[in-house]
């Protein structure tokens, strides 16, 4: 028996009995001797037999409860992959670690992704696993620059390799060159022909600049695994040792029979560390991106402590601070306007190159441009919690995550060594017994060949660097994938259902009519914009605002009652005054036979109509509504035309929906719907055989965009329907949703070419090379070019246009 001890924070209890559920639940499970659960600590102690359970398994029994269990999620730099079965082997390790829920690990920008439990697992127990598998790793996060300092560590180390790689290698290409009766006008210095001095060049070139291939080799090996590294070192420890061993021989007098190799290790050695370094600096441009969002932070920011003005670095600034923003200088931090007015230029979070006008009160965001106006603003949001923040957070998270179309890549890659080592091996005997027996330099060419062609490298580049470029560029255009798997699937939506309020709409309601006797006007919208001032309603607001605007002062009322689903009552100055719903005119004996026509007519224009009544009788009717953006109907004409299916879902009377879906062109509408059942609405679409995509933008879309197959949030909307989505939509236009779905198929065509290349690659190159059709320095040229070529490819990803 193996006894152990998880200490798990638990979130959700809200009492005692809650604690007691959950110490029944777990006391229940196989193989846990002894669980106690402290409502007060919100913690569990759980002892059991790791042989006949584990943490996952409590996790699961917590969440049956209708609990959660706390968990962190860490980045760590990853160093010393050199492909997809690295990658891979890294990631069974750090799953198979007792309280890892999940680890992800992306080759392409050398990072894990890792959530565990920390009462059970520490980022120092991750690192150890990393270390003991033959890697290294340092958590993202200590340190701003580590990952990017080791990059540059790195690819200066291999620009130093290939250079003296190169330098030793050009004499023993020369020799070679000279073997050929076609280059025989070559001069060849008589000393680049004699075998020890072809073995001091090659020696340093094989065990020093390629040191890092046997290291790597020997690493995979002790943990029961193979490489790319064991596939260039048998290679290139076949021909150097092969041709050691004629070497010598050579001392006993048999040079004239002599065929030596050296310049095949070399070159191949010399033109793999080639590739690397094209690869490095091709994967260091494929997150262009984030360097792109970071480079638009202000480096500091000017604020006013203890009544006196100072310039201090962005990472001092504290929430509540006072900062001072000049015309022409960046906003250093999400904050409220307490005095001027200017225009902002958000270009950057929106997208939309026009200023936006802002005055006292509003908000600005951090790394938008003030244009003209010298402003006060108090800061509300700093460092991590900026708007620019969370989205370089966001792009970093998708960029480090893994498609579910990667798992193919992955299943092969975990194969592909030893079944390239069978065919090498099987490729050298039947040349030396068959094809050309006895000819054993020929057969181990052909070895060598097979081996150094074969590259699992593209095949593990192939769907990381296109989600990286993919996701990079779609957040240049305002659209924000939360991972891999949401950029997969978003291509095969074919159903798109659309919030209407702060979607379709602005999601500001504006007084659009008064219909009044005019010597009355004035002193109805007075008494009607006292008594609405009292109410939180949002149409209440737009009311309020509305006469204001006409320059009425309002009133303060004496008695004020807000009738739910009918209107208000108020009374002022001994005046009782209704507005309302019809049901509410009713009840109250109010005759509106009269308005029940131009009511009807406003509400089939889109319009909340409200009837006004003083003292019982009927007196006018004010109208609302909320205004369509510029936007939707040329954006849902867009939708259409790529083949999807656009249907409009809102709490609004049938009327007002279907007035606002002619208008934007929209077919279907769903109307009359309660926000918990817009989820359940989705579902029903959803039975149907649709791919649904759902964008809202305000808390009671929460759910539908969590049930949907892709939830969109609209990047205006509230903070828990961007938590609850898969996409944000930053700028708040449909055309957004287009925009994803683009990018979308543009980022799945993309890894399918590499995917097809890197297969079709090693499907052709290995059969040529067992052929004896290909030389082994041709082989390992074609090797470096291939990765190469497939960071390349994703790479065009940054260069499309909407």
């Known amino acids: 028996m193996s006894t152990k001890e998880a200490n798990l924070q638990i979130k959700g209890m809200t009492c005692a009995a809650c604690a007691n559920r959950i110490e029944k639940g777990m006391k229940k499970l196989h193989g846990v001797e002894e669980a106690n659960v402290n409502f007060a600590l919100e913690k569990s102690i759980i002892k059991y ?78 690192i150890h696993r990393v270390e003991k598998l033959g890697y290294g790793a340092v958590l993202k996060n200590e340190g701003k620059e580590s990952s990017v300092d080791y990059k540059k560590k790195a690819i200066q180390q291999q620009q130093t390799k290939f250079i003296i790689s190169l330098i030793l290698s050009i004499p023993l290409l020369w020799a070679m060159v000279g073997h050929f009766s076609f280059t025989a006008f070559i001069y060849v210095p008589e000393i680049f022909m004699k075998p020890w001095f072809q073995l001091l060049l090659a020696t340093p070139v094989q065990f020093i600049i390629g040191g890092q291939f046997y290291l790597g080799a020997y690493k995979a090996l002790r943990n029961k695994s193979a490489n790319m590294d064991v596939l260039v070192a048998l290679g290139t420890s076949a021909a150097y040792f092969y041709s050691l061993y004629q070497t010598i021989l050579s001392f006993g007098n048999h040079a004239s029979t002599i065929q030596l190799y050296y310049e095949t290790s070399a070159i191949l050695i010399t033109l793999i560390i080639l590739g690397k370094l094209f690869e490095a600096k091709a994967k260091g441009r494929s997150s262009e991106a984030i360097k792109k969002l970071m480079g638009l932070q202000a480096k500091t920011a000017t604020v006013v402590r203890d009544g006196v003005e100072r310039n201090i670095p962005l990472d001092e600034v504290i929430v509540g601070d006072v900062v001072y923003v000049k015309p022409g200088e960046k906003i250093p931090v999400d904050g409220q306007i307490i005095e001027g007015n200017s225009a902002i230029d958000e270009s950057m979070l929106t997208g939309e190159s026009v200023p936006v006008d802002k005055v006292d009160g509003d908000m600005v965001f951090g790394a938008t441009i003030n244009r003209n106006g010298f402003l006060k603003i108090k800061a509300t949001k700093i460092g991590k919690e900026t708007a620019l923040a969370q989205i370089i957070k966001v792009v970093e998270e998708a960029q480090g995550s893994k498609a579910p179309i990667q798992r193919l890549a992955d299943r092969i890659s975990g194969i592909f060594v030893p079944i390239v080592i069978a065919i090498a091996v099987s490729s050298f005997i039947v040349w030396f017994v068959w094809i050309d027996p006895g000819n054993f330099p020929s057969a181990l060419e052909k070895l060598i060949a097979v081996l150094v062609i074969a590259c699992p490298c593209a095949l593990g580049l192939a769907t990381p660097t296109s989600i990286m470029a993919g996701s990079g560029r779609a957040a240049e255009f305002g659209v924000l994938f939360k991972g891999g798997e ?102 109250n004996n109010v005759d509106i036979n009269q308005a029940l026509g131009t009511m009807e007519k406003l509400e089939s224009n889109g319009k909340t109509a409200m009837l006004v009544a003083v003292d019982q009788k009927y007196k006018g009717m004010i109208a609302v509504a909320d205004t369509i953006k510029e936007t939707s109907g040329n954006a849902i004409k867009r939708l259409k035309e790529m083949g999807l299916e656009v249907i409009m879902m809102t709490g609004d009377n049938k009327i007002t929906a279907n007035s606002i879906a002619k208008q934007v062109g929209v077919n279907r509408v769903i109307a009359e719907v309660l926000p918990e059942g817009k989820a359940e609405e989705v579902k029903k679409l959803q039975g149907e055989g649709k791919k649904v995509a759902m964008v809202g933008d305000g808390i009671n879309d929460a759910p539908a965009l969590a049930t949907a197959d892709i939830g969109m949030a609209i990047g205006t909307g509230t903070d828990i329907a961007m938590e609850a989505a898969d996409i944000t939509l930053v700028r708040g236009d449909l055309n957004s949703i287009a925009d994803a779905i683009f990018m979308s198929k543009k980022t799945i065509r993309n890894i399918k070419q590499n995917l097809f290349w890197a297969l079709a690659y090693n499907a052709m190159g290995i059969p040529i090379a067992a052929a004896g059709l290909l030389a082994p320095w041709l082989a390992g040229a074609a090797m470096a070019f291939s990765s190469v070529s497939v960071v390349l490819n994703a790479l065009r990803l940054q260069r499309i246009r909407l």
């Open 49 to 126: 037999d790791s042989e006949l359970t584990d943490v996952e398994t409590f996790e699961k029994k917590i969440k049956d409860l209708g609990y959660d269990v706390v968990k962190e999620k860490h980045e760590f730099t990853i160093t010393g992959m050199t492909c997809a079965a690295c990658a891979n082997r890294i990631e069974k390790g750090l799953n198979k670690l007792e309280g890892v829920s999940k680890a992800t690990v992306n080759l392409a920008i050398e990072q894990a992704t890792v959530t565990y439990h920390p009462s059970v697992v520490s980022s120092d127990d991750v």
């Open 486 to 587: 949401h950029l997969e699937l978003t291509h095969l939506i074919n159903t798109v259902v659309l919030d209407k309020t702060g979607t379709v709409t602005n999601g500001q309601p504006v007084l659009t009519d008064v219909i009044v006797e005019k010597k009355e006007e004035q002193y109805l919208l007075q008494l009607v914009g006292s008594a609405e001032k009292q109410s939180e309603h949002p149409l209440a607001k737009a009311i309020v605002q509305g006469i204001k605007d006409k320059g009425i002062t309002l009133k303060e009322v004496n008695e004020f009652k807000a009738i739910s689903g009918y209107g208000i009552q108020a009374m002022m100055d001994g005046t009782n005054i209704l507005v309302g719903t019809r049901r509410l005119m009713y009840e």
